[in-house]
């Protein structure tokens, strides 16, 4: 079993910037992909970025590429989603999701993840 943990939500004006981190228990962290979801109210989740665990390459919704950083540390268990120039439409609970994918094509899709953690708010004001 694989329990994960966010932290590092919060308020913050547009433009501004808020890294979230997601501490993963177990010790196979480092052979599972990681991703980050969001869900703002009424919406659908959804994929806002992915990290794999073979080589480290990164996937990311056309939403946030260039604004937001995914990358993770093996030794510490955790996963980072470093977030600049952010948006109000960034505004969401932000999920961090953990599961033994292989092929590419599927880190996308919340499907794809076995793990998920309670999400940590982010609210971005105008």
């Known amino acids: 079993q694989v329990q994960l943990v966010e932290s590092g939500g919060g308020l913050v004006q547009a433009g501004g910037s808020l890294r979230l981190s997601c501490a993963a228990s177990?010790?196979?962290?480092?052979?599972?992909?990681m991703g980050w979801f969001r869900q703002a109210p009424g919406k659908e989740r959804e994929f806002v970025a992915a990290i794999s665990w073979s080589d480290g390459r990164t996937y990311y919704a056309d939403s946030v590429k260039g604004r937001f950083t995914i990358s993770r540390d093996n030794a510490k268990n955790t996963l980072y989603l470093q977030m600049n120039s952010l948006k109000p439409e960034d505004t969401a609970v932000y999920y961090c999701?953990?599961?033994?994918?292989?092929?590419?094509?599927?880190?996308?899709?919340?499907?794809?993840?076995?793990?998920w953690g309670q999400g940590t708010q982010v609210t971005v004001s105008s």
């Open positions: 999701a953990a599961g033994r994918i292989s092929y590419s094509g599927s880190y996308y899709y919340t499907g794809a993840y076995d793990y």
């Open positions: 177990g010790r196979t962290f480092s052979r599972l992909a």
